[in-house]
């Protein structure tokens, strides 16, 4: 009997162990550090295995210890599909991306020039001013600040949300990519995380007083509408530390700090850094 029974152990011992040797072999090739990645995300990952991680048909480059960022936008569908890319071998890596829906948010009161602006010199600075942005939002760096845990840039009530479907005076507009932080002008607005400053702007048509902070690999964090800008560009700045304070400047009705988050020209919604 005893031996029957030994003998049983040993087989259902080599079957666990057959198995288990089973699933080593299908090690995980990546981990996706963002907890339940939606439109809007910045998904932060990193390679477990030496290889290329390829994401819309470019490779991400990977940080010193192998981490890896990119970003969904708002109209993101289906899944975001890594490739990657180990001893010539490809692999999918399908990331389940959840579709959210969209507050309608209504601004009323907003002067009719801020809201069409017609005159040519205005168009003129606007496109001028887009330009300045969109380069300041391509700078390249290999910092790795985008891995910090963020902190909210300022205290206040959250006044609108990003992705909103916005009416302003009546009139439908792109949606609204910011998180807004309502409070007093004057209040202070301080740097979430790590970064360089790559553009400082006091008064931009749509924007108001408007920092740019790159945060490495393509990430960087936008704040408008502010009442004062207190760095310069190309100065580095730590988490918590002071950049402007808020106001109304540019298109806004109310003092209030509109924070932005970018994965190069892709637009992401910097509340899902500080949920948890
Ligand atoms: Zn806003």
Sequence with gaps: ?????????????????????????????????????????????????????????????????????????????????????????????????????????????????KVNPRSKETLTRIKKEAQRVASARTVWSEQNSFLMAFILPANGRISGVYGSQRILNGEPKRPHFGLDIANKTGTPVVAPADGVITLVEPDLFYSGGTIIIDHGFGINSTYIHLNSVDVTAGQSVKQGEVIGTIGATGRATGPHLDWRLNWKGVRLDPQLLILD
């Design 1 to 113: 009997m005893i031996n029957t029974n030994s003998w049983f152990k040993v087989v259902i011992l080599t079957l666990l162990c057959t198995l288990s040797a089973i699933s080593s072999a299908k090690q995980p090739l990546v981990q996706i550090f963002t907890k339940e990645p939606q439109q809007g995300s910045m998904i932060v990952g990193r390679m477990l295995i030496d290889g290329q991680v390829i994401f819309q048909g470019k490779p991400l480059v990977l940080t010193e210890t192998g981490e890896f960022v990119f970003g969904v936008g708002r109209e993101f569908e289906g899944d975001a599909v890594l490739t990657i890319v180990s001893n010539s071998e490809k692999t999918k890596y399908p990331i389940t991306i959840k579709q959210r829906k969209w507050n309608i948010e209504r601004v009323d009161g907003l002067p009719k020039e």
